[in-house]
């Protein structure tokens, strides 16, 4: 099963506005929470992460929520860009061992 | 630094056929991995070495072999290719001092005919 559920699988968004995704875990023994984005014939690459000890982790225009007890976080990226259509992956992973990735969100920027 | 580098870029094989994904990197990086994307589902993650001589078994590893002679070396076996398997495969590695920044490679498209 999906360890790592992400929502949602698409999403349109007005140049300038704010972008949010999604993603729920079970395991709680996960200690790491990055966020990969991913262009068209490209590998990932990461764009930011967080790890369960803070709430909230900014990195320009792009911000990771992290919900501990509701086993929840969000990648938030506002005043969205055309340049920021792409395809969006969160993941988890414990003790650097294994990275498991949620299902993708396809991101698109209208301008 | 050429980073990650996967070869072929695209690969068509007919069901029963076996061939190998190449994976090399030049960061002196402990940790590798191979991962399969496909539509829906992420990517999910296959094999994984920690360093050369280890390796471990991710969450699709049937049909899959691997083995690390070499820090820089990461190949990818398939044995015996069936339609299941048309997917995009990445490799990726990071430094092996705890968790960090994965670094993908471009990826192989691979068709199973």
């Known amino acids: 099963q999906q360890q790592v559920k992400q929502s949602p699988q698409s999403l349109i968004v007005q140049k300038g506005g704010i972008s949010i995704i999604n993603c729920a875990y079970e395991?709680?023994?996960?200690?790491?929470f990055p966020w990969y984005q991913q262009f068209p014939g490209k590998g990932p690459a990461l764009l930011i992460a967080i790890r369960p000890d803070v709430s909230e982790k900014k990195e320009g225009r792009f911000t990771i929520s992290f919900n501990k007890s509701a086993k929840q976080f969000s990648l938030h990226i506002m005043d969205s860009q055309p340049g920021d259509s792409a395809t969006y992956f969160c993941a988890a992973e414990r003790g650097a061992q294994k990275l498991v990735f949620g299902q993708g969100t396809r991101l698109t920027i209208n301008p | 630094n050429a980073g990650v580098t996967q070869t072929p870029k695209f690969q068509v094989l007919k069901t029963g056929q076996s061939m190998t994904l190449q994976c090399a990197q030049d960061m002196n990086h402990e940790y590798m991995s191979w991962y399969r994307q496909d539509p829906g589902m992420g990517l999910r993650l296959i094999h994984y070495s920690v360093g050369a001589g280890i390796t471990d078994q991710g969450e699709v590893p049937n049909g899959y072999n691997v083995s690390r002679s070499t820090t820089e070396d990461f190949p990818l076996r398939l044995l015996s290719a069936a339609p299941s398997q048309t997917s995009v495969y990445f490799c990726?590695?990071?430094?092996?001092?705890?968790?960090?920044?994965?670094?993908f490679g471009s990826g192989t498209q691979l068709s199973v005919l």
């Open positions: 990726a590695s990071r430094n092996g001092q705890g968790v960090g920044k994965l670094f």
């Open positions: 395991n709680t023994a996960f200690d790491y």
